[in-house]
């Protein structure tokens, strides 16, 4: 198996696996209780535990995105080049489709139907934008502190933390939000909303960006240090550790 087939495999399961627990989550909290605030923290809680799993153990492997946001951020921050853009956005739209057809089957359900459920309001979608661009601007930034290691706490925590300060059922994340056209379930959402979504998320993307350039500005000579060996870094820096 080639390095990039092993990498983008790695996103392919870790996005099928956060999408069995995204979708499940949702069919299980809201027909087990009658109360939408439990229901809410059930799934909210489901979500920050299996992101958090998957992340921390395919980040070694391929970084453990399993977001097209995310891996469109690091491409543009040129520490994934061209091919590794395309296999992981593949992988991850692939890994979410599978994953909401396991969790439909799981659950009991029609194992591919079309979600009816749009979302409305101009909010939802400023929303969308806001949760995108600050989880982009967190994973940005742990890396440019050297700190990306607590990906696996910081990103379930905001991802967590919007899913119950906002009332977008978003989880800010391109394939999920392809994944979610493909089940009727609560946290499903019909076509047009879906890729409206998915434009708002382009925005946010950009908009992170933006923020990080401003803020990492004059800090160019240090970029790319996080992933330099002990040797490299070292050399680069001409400081011992």
């Known amino acids: 198996m080639t390095h990039l087939l092993r990498k983008s495999f790695a996103?392919?399961?870790?996005?099928?696996?956060?999408?069995?627990?995204?979708?499940?989550?949702?069919?299980?909290?809201?027909s087990s209780t009658q109360d939408p605030v439990l229901a809410l923290f059930i799934t909210a809680f489901t979500i920050i535990l299996a992101l958090g799993c998957v992340t921390f153990i395919f980040g070694s492997i391929s970084g453990g995105y399993f977001n097209p946001a995310l891996t469109f951020a690091e491409f543009i921050a040129k520490r994934l080049d061209i091919s590794e853009l395309f296999a992981y956005i593949a992988a991850q739209l692939v890994g979410a489709f599978a994953g909401t057809v396991l969790a439909n089957y799981l659950a009991n359900q029609k194992a591919i139907s079309h979600s009816t459920r749009s979302v409305k309001g101009l909010h939802s979608y400023i929303t969308e934008v806001l949760i995108v661009a600050g989880l982009v601007l967190i994973l940005q930034l742990l890396i440019h502190q050297y700190n990306d290691h607590l990906?696996?706490?910081?990103?379930?925590?905001?991802?967590?933390?919007?899913?119950?300060?906002?009332?977008?059922?978003?989880?800010?994340?391109?394939?999920?939000?392809?994944?979610?056209?493909?089940?009727?379930?609560?946290?499903?959402?019909?076509?047009?909303?879906g890729l409206l979504l998915i434009a708002a998320d382009v925005i946010g993307v950009?908009?992170?960006?933006?923020?990080?350039?401003?803020?990492?500005?004059?800090?160019?000579?240090?970029?790319?240090?996080?992933?330099?060996?002990?040797?490299?870094?070292?050399?680069?820096?001409?400081?011992t550790i």
């Open 151 to 193: 990906a696996p706490i910081a990103i379930p925590a905001w991802i967590g933390s919007a899913f119950l300060f906002t009332a977008s059922f978003s989880i800010a994340n391109p394939a999920a939000i392809f994944g979610r056209m493909w089940t009727n379930a609560p946290g499903g959402t019909d076509v047009k909303s």
């Open 11 to 30: 996103e392919f399961l870790g996005t099928a696996l956060l999408m069995v627990a995204v979708v499940g989550s949702s069919i299980m909290g809201f």
């Open 206 to 239: 950009v908009l992170a960006l933006a923020i990080v350039a401003v803020l990492t500005a004059g800090d160019d000579d240090l970029d790319g240090l996080a992933y330099l060996t002990e040797e490299e870094f070292v050399e680069a820096t001409d400081h």
